[in-house]
C-alpha cells in the first residue's frame, strides 16, 4: 500500500507541526515533500498530495477538501515573516510587487490595501527578492524566511523590535535590510490586520482529501505538532545553522509569533477572513470550515 504524501511549506513557521515526521518518531512513515506556499495548495488540488500546509484562502477555491483540527500557522499580533517593506509611506505606494509563491499574504494585502490604507495600488507578481521587487515597485511583499532575514537584520539595525511603520535610512550599505534601499519603511501584515480588525491572522492550514483524513492521520498530526513544540530549541538551532542567522531570535519568532493551534479566536479570525475576501471579490463565496472527524478535535 503507497504511503500518504504530504506537501509541505519549506519555511521555518511550518517546522514546529511537521517536526515529529522529519526529525522525530513519525519519520518515514509518510512521503513528505517541500515546496513554496502556492505550489503546495496546487499539489494538494491537482492530486499529487493528499494532505498539504496551504495558503488559508485556497482551502475557500478548492472542493472535497477538509481541515484537520487544531492546527495552524497563525498571529495573535505581529508574525515578522510577512511584511510589506516600502520605499515611502504606505499611503503613498502606487504599485505593490507580490511574491508570487504566496496565495493568503496576497488577499491579505489586498484587504488591507482597500479596508486599511485606502489605496488603490496596482499589483504586479514577483519572486522573492525584496531588492529587484523595490527596483520595480513602491512597496513588495515579502514572506517567509526571507522576511523574516529583513525584519531581524531591521531589529539588529535599530537595536529594538520592529514595530510597523518604522524605518531606517542611511548608513552602511552593506547592513542595509535591503540591499540597494537607503530608506525603508516596514509594515507587518499581521499586526496591520490586527489593527484593522482586532482579531487573530490564520496564514496556513493542514488540509486534507476527505477521504485521507481518517482519525489514525489525524492523529499523527497532533502527534508531530506535540513532538515538535517540545522541541523548539532544537528546531532554531537547526534554522539557525541552515539561514545563517542567530538561533535566540529565531526560537523567539516560533515562540511568541507564531501560534500553531486553531483555537476559538483563530478560528473566529479564519472565518472573517473568508468572509471580507468574498466581500473584496476575492473568493466566489466564503463556504463553512468543515473539519476532518470533528469529534476528534483537539488543539493545544
Not at 548608513?171 to 535591503?178: K, L
Not at 497532533?222 to 541552515?242: H, P, Q, T
Not at 483563530?266 to 472565518?271: C, K, V
Request: glycine share 6%; proline share 6%; aromatic share 6%.
Amino acid at each position: 500500500m503507497s504511503r500518504l504524501r504530504i506537501s509541505i511549506v519549506e519555511y521555518l513557521n511550518t517546522a514546529p507541526l511537521v517536526w515529529g515526521f522529519t526529525d522525530g518518531p513519525l519519520r518515514g512513515r509518510y512521503d513528505l515533500s517541500f515546496a513554496v506556499p502556492s505550489q503546495c495548495a496546487e499539489a494538494l488540488r491537482r492530486g499529487a498530495a493528499d494532505v498539504g500546509i496551504i495558503p488559508a484562502i485556497e482551502y475557500q477555491r478548492m472542493e472535497g477538501m477538509v481541515v484537520l483540527p487544531g492546527m495552524a500557522v497563525a498571529a495573535k499580533g505581529e508574525v515578522r515573516s510577512i511584511l510589506v517593506v516600502s520605499r515611502k509611506p504606505i499611503e503613498l505606494a502606487r504599485r505593490i510587487a507580490l511574491d508570487r509563491g504566496s496565495r493568503s499574504s496576497v488577499a491579505l494585502v489586498r484587504l488591507l490595501c482597500a479596508r486599511h490604507w485606502g489605496i488603490q495600488p496596482e499589483f504586479a507578481d514577483a519572486d522573492p527578492d525584496p531588492a529587484a521587487m523595490l527596483a520595480n515597485a513602491d512597496a513588495a511583499l515579502v514572506i517567509g524566511d526571507p522576511a523574516l532575514r529583513v525584519a531581524l537584520k531591521m531589529e539588529a539595525l535599530m537595536n529594538k523590535p520592529v514595530v510597523s511603520g518604522e524605518f531606517c535610512c542611511g548608513g552602511d550599505p552593506s547592513e542595509q535590510p535591503v540591499p540597494g534601499v537607503e530608506t525603508l519603511f516596514l509594515y507587518d501584515v499581521a499586526h496591520q490586520w490586527r489593527e484593522m480588525t482586532g482579531r487573530p491572522c490564520v496564514l496556513a492550514l493542514w488540509v486534507a482529501r476527505r477521504d485521507a483524513a481518517t482519525s489514525e492521520v489525524i492523529a499523527d498530526f497532533v502527534a508531530s505538532k506535540e513532538y515538535g513544540l517540545e522541541r523548539i530549541g532544537e528546531i532554531a538551532e537547526g534554522a539557525a545553522l541552515k539561514l545563517d542567522l542567530p538561533a535566540r531570535p529565531l526560537e523567539r519568532y516560533l515562540r511568541e509569533n507564531i501560534d500553531f493551534s486553531l483555537d476559538d479566536e483563530n478560528q473566529a479570525g479564519l472565518e472573517l477572513y473568508f468572509r471580507l475576501c468574498a466581500e473584496e471579490k476575492l473568493i466566489p463565496r466564503a463556504k463553512p470550515v468543515e473539519f476532518a472527524a470533528a469529534e476528534a478535535r483537539v488543539s493545544r
